[in-house]
Structure formats: C-alpha cells, structure tokens
C-alpha cells in the first residue's frame, strides 16, 4: 500500500468515527494514533490555544513524558505568528532552532525534528497538531497536507464538543441566574454574580455593570469582575461615545480601544490591560438605564452566538434591577402605610 492509500485510509477512519461516537476525547485519541501510525513518528500532540491567557492547552498526546510537557514546550507567542503567516511550521533540528524553546528539554526527551500545523474552528487558528520524530527528517508536501487534514478533523471533533458544552453551560448559566433573581433582593449580589459568570464563560479578562445617572449625564459601576480597585474607583464617568451608542439601544464592539475614536480614558484602558470591550444595553422595560461591559486583554471580535448570550444576560440583569426597585417602592409604600394606620387607630 503506496503512502497516499496509508493517508486516505487514515481519514477515513476518522471521518466514519464522527458518524459513530460523539465521545470527543475518543475522537481526538484517534486523531492522534493515525497520525502517529500513518507518519511513523515518535510522538503527537493535539493542543488548544488559550489566546486569552496565552498558553497551549493539551487536549490529546502520546509519546511525550510530563517531564517534557511541563517544561519542553515553546511558548504560543513564538509558534502562533509563524502558523498564521506559513501555514506550518517545521524544524529539521528542534534541539538547535533559534524559534522553539527547550532546546536542552528535547535533547534529554530525544526528539530530532518537529512538524506543526494548525487546527482551524471557523476560519480561526485555535490550536495545533504536532508531531516529534527521534532521528532528523524531513516532511514532503503531501504528508504537511495529511497532518492538515487530521488537524482539521480535530478541529470539527472540538468545535462539535465546545457548541454541546456551550449549550450546556449557557443553559446552567441562565438557571443559576433566574433562581438568583427569584429567591434574592441581594441586587450587589446578583450583579455581581452575573458578571462574574459571563467572563468566566467567554472566557475575557473583565466585566462589569454601568448604571446611568440621567441627571447628571454620568456613568457608575455597580458591578464588575476582573477590574481592578484603581480602575473601577475612580468615581463618576462622563458618557463617552461608545457608550451614548449603548445608551441608545446599540450593540457596540470596539476591537482595539487604542485606535477607536470613540473610546475615552485610552490611557487608563490600556494600563488596565484593556485591548477589546464589548458594550450592551441594560434595560428594564423598554428603557436603557446603563451598559454591561466585557473587556478583553487580546484584541479580539466576539460572534453573533455571544452577543446574543450577552445581549439576554444583560436583559436578565436589568430585571433584577427593576424587581428590587419594585421592591424598595413597595418596601417604602408599606412604611407609609403603616405610619399612617397608626397615627390614625384612635379613629377607631
């Protein structure tokens, strides 16, 4: 059987696996075993990229030691750029090229050459494949287009396991959020829930809640999540534009906060380490009474799905806020009330 019957062979193994499993980890070890198989290598590493927290996150391997992973591997700011920009990346001698890390690591792990090439989501890189060979060698263009295509299906196999994960979470999301609502008056408490819970679960540096002082034409937050004191306690802010455009109804998504004419306080934004913000209407009822914020320390462009979880949580945020001003209202009515009984009873 001639290399090129060993390739298709190989994928279609794992395509006819998608039809039979949704076990995402047995679909990734697969990945990874007709790669290390069908190339005859040493070992293989399938990896996610954390851009946010910059860092690689192993998802499957084998072959490598945990001494080598902890410690051998090449920071994504090295290794990121030159799959964005070539497509691969390929090192005949990983213990002496000057782009990779570890050089000592790999001597002792006793790995000759490196072949990276990308997994693509949608058109954006989220991570690699990786294979490690024990003796020098050299990749023709055919087997850097094989492993691109295992990469691919790796690909597919984690983008199906974060949309049913994502469901999952948002679902979670939605009812912790409601039972908050419906069981407290706590409103610092459920704010601060609720931007807490939407960083964490798009995974951005930062979140908060702006309330409007129509007044005074002035912002103040009630809530955050990742900011910092400084950031945060610096008093009433006036209404930049980025945020008249929330106030008004409009979803706004500023990519580069350096750059935008629209964004005010650059200088406290980028020492925050503020690069992107997606900014949402809070509304109780049909008007605007503030903003709910994300912040993101990479540049970075949030999709259709995420604005529209964001968009509803920040409509569930502006329903607490009106049930606990509903509840103030009558909280106060009832005082009055019975003020007034009382100073009426001798009536009676």
């Given amino acids: 059987m001639n290399a090129e019957q060993d390739y298709f062979k190989a ?24 790669a290390l198989e069908t ?25 490598l030691s945990e001494k080598y992973t902890r410690a051998g591997l090449t920071e994504p700011s090295r290794i990121v750029p030159i799959l964005s920009e070539e497509g691969y990346l390929f090192s005949y001698d990983a213990t002496a090229d000057g782009r990779l890390n570890g050089h000592e690591i790999k001597k002792a792990e006793g790995i000759a050459s490196i072949l990276v090439v990308p997994v693509m989501s949608k058109g954006k890189l989220v991570g ?3 294979l490690f060979t024990g003796s020098p060698r050299e990749f023709s263009q055919n087997e850097i287009e094989f492993l691109t295509a295992m990469a691919e299906q790796g690909g597919i196999a984690i983008e199906h396991a974060r949309l049913f994960e994502k469901v ?23 704010l601060h829930i609720l931007t807490a819970e939407i960083a964490d679960s798009l995974n951005v540096k930062a979140a908060s809640i702006l309330l409007l002082d129509e007044g005074k034409k002035t912002l103040e937050y009630v809530a955050s999540y990742g900011l910092s004191e400084a950031y945060t306690n610096r008093g009433k802010l006036s209404v930049e534009p980025s945020v008249e455009e929330t106030l008004g109804g409009q979803t706004v998504m500023i990519k580069d ?15 925050e380490g503020i690069v992107s913000i997606l900014s949402v ?18 540049p970075r462009e949030f999709s259709e799905d995420e604005v529209m979880l964001v968009t509803a949580l920040a409509q569930l945020g502006g329903l607490a806020i009106q049930n606990a001003s509903l509840y103030l209202v009558l909280e106060r009515d009832m005082k009055h009330l019975k003020e007034e009984i009382w100073s009426h009873r001798f009536w009676f």
């Fill in 11 to 34: 994928i279609c193994r794992v395509s006819r696996a998608f039809g039979t499993t949704l076990d995402t980890e047995q679909l990734l070890d697969l990945v990874i075993d007709c």
């Fill in 39 to 63: 190339m005859q290598v040493k070992a293989a590493r399938l990896f996610l990229y954390d851009e946010e927290q910059s860092e690689f996150v192993p998802v499957a391997q084998k072959g």
């Fill in 128 to 130: 690699g494949l990786s």
């Fill in 168 to 190: 999952r979470e948002n679902t979670g999301l939605f009812l912790d959020l409601a039972v908050n609502i419906n069981s407290s008056l706590d409103l610092k408490k459920i």
């Fill in 257 to 271: 906060v350096a750059s935008d004419d629209r964004v005010e306080y650059r200088t406290e934004k980028q020492q």
């Fill in 281 to 298: 209407p809070v509304k109780t009822k049909d008007k605007v009474i503030g903003v709910l914020r994300l912040y993101s320390g990479v």
